[in-house]
Nanobody, 117 residues
Framework: VQLVESGGGLVQPGGSLRLSCAAS????????MSWYRQAPGKERELVAT????????NFAASVKGRFTISRDNSKNMVYLQMNSLRPEDTAVYYC???????????WGQGTQVTVSS
């Protein structure tokens, strides 16, 4: 089982980044997919979730209207498009999979996003 995030980096305030998460080793289409983030000294927090077929999405209040989450079940990929980035968005972003049927879950290793001028 693997969840491999990519796309993180350094971006100026107001900029955009697109995170990707490549899944393998499990039934991706049976999993709700989420992005979490953890800033230094803070607890990990849920950023966005997308349902198994992509019909439903939810976002943390802090990112609503700026971030979008999407998935491609044919490629076993999930994405987080982040626009209008703010310094407070700086964190390690993690991909998370939760099987809707058996409740198994998986974490990626994380990708660093730094928003700074």
């Amino acid at each position: 089982v693997q969840l491999v995030e990519s796309g993180g980096g350094l971006v100026q305030p107001g900029g955009s980044l697109r995170l990707s998460c490549a899944a393998s080793g499990f039934t991706f289409s049976s999993c709700h997919m989420s992005w979490y983030r953890q800033a230094p000294g803070k607890e990990r927090e849920l950023v966005a979730t997308i349902s198994t077929a992509g019909a439903s999405t939810n976002f943390a209040a802090s990112v609503k209207g700026r971030f979008t989450i999407s998935r491609d079940n044919s490629k076993n990929m999930v994405y987080l498009q982040m626009n209008s980035l703010r310094p407070e968005d700086t964190a390690v972003y993690y991909c998370y999979a939760l099987n809707a049927w058996n409740k198994y879950y998986y974490w990626g290793q994380g990708t660093q996003v730094t928003v700074s001028s």
